[in-house]
């Protein structure tokens, strides 16, 4: 037998981002980020496969054969869409916000659930960075001490192009064009979802010749495809 086939892969992405950064009395620090993102992925590939040669000379697609079938044929196309913005606070360095919002559409979702909401926030306390601690004989062995804990919910985009639909492939048998039932499809199909939880504190000791980090996390998934 000999295969011939040919695909073409392409994948387009483009970003935009705006950002606004600012100190206010070397105390306060602000940044501000806003963006939009589209990503675009289609691929075309044909292909056959000859077998039954009619003379043993032949090795190449070209040749004699006298059965051919269809192979490594594929046409898919999938987009993802996105709004997105992101703000980081600290004061002097000891406490610190950040929050973080998207708004994502995507295109292998049903019609009505292809848009999702996922945002998180985290707070964090330098203790180290305090006067009390300073000033403490402890500071003499631990020069960082940090407090921090987080939240967010993500969405899974990791899914076949048309996931949502009922499809059907084609073929032949005995030389005669068929149709046969390829995927079952959800017309409920939407967002799969991971609410994280992230919980925990980090040290350096004898001028951070040691590090100390433990923490506590949790992933609860909803909606699991």
Do not use: C, M
């Not at 040669?53 to 059965?67: A, C, E, K, M, R």
């Amino acid at each position: 037998s000999a295969s011939n086939s040919n695909s073409k892969y392409f994948r387009s992405n483009w970003t935009n981002t705006l950002t606004f950064d600012t100190q206010i009395n070397n105390n306060h620090n602000l940044k501000v980020l806003i963006g939009h993102e589209e990503i675009y992925r289609k691929v075309e590939g044909w292909g056959a496969v000859r077998s039954g040669l009619s003379d043993p000379f032949y090795s190449s697609y070209q040749g004699g054969f006298t059965n051919i079938v269809p192979a490594a044929n594929v046409q898919a196309e999938n987009g993802l869409l996105s709004f997105f913005s992101t703000v980081n606070y600290d004061f002097k360095k000891k406490y610190l916000f950040s929050f973080n919002f998207r708004r994502d559409g995507l295109s292998a979702l049903a019609a009505g659930n292809k848009w999702g909401n996922f945002g998180g926030g985290s707070l964090g306390w330098n203790i180290s960075e305090e006067a009390f601690f300073q000033n403490s004989g402890l500071s003499s062995v631990v020069n960082n001490l940090k407090l921090r804990g987080s939240y967010g919910v993500v969405g899974n985009s990791s899914l076949d192009d048309y996931a949502s639909l009922s499809q059907y492939n084609s073929g032949t048998y005995s030389g005669f064009p068929t149709l046969y039932f390829g995927q079952a499809g959800n017309s409920g199909l939407k967002w799969e979802t991971s609410k994280k939880i992230d919980l925990g504190f980090s040290a350096g000791l004898l001028d951070n010749r040691f590090t100390v980090e433990a923490s506590y996390y949790q992933n609860n998934i909803d909606g699991l495809i």
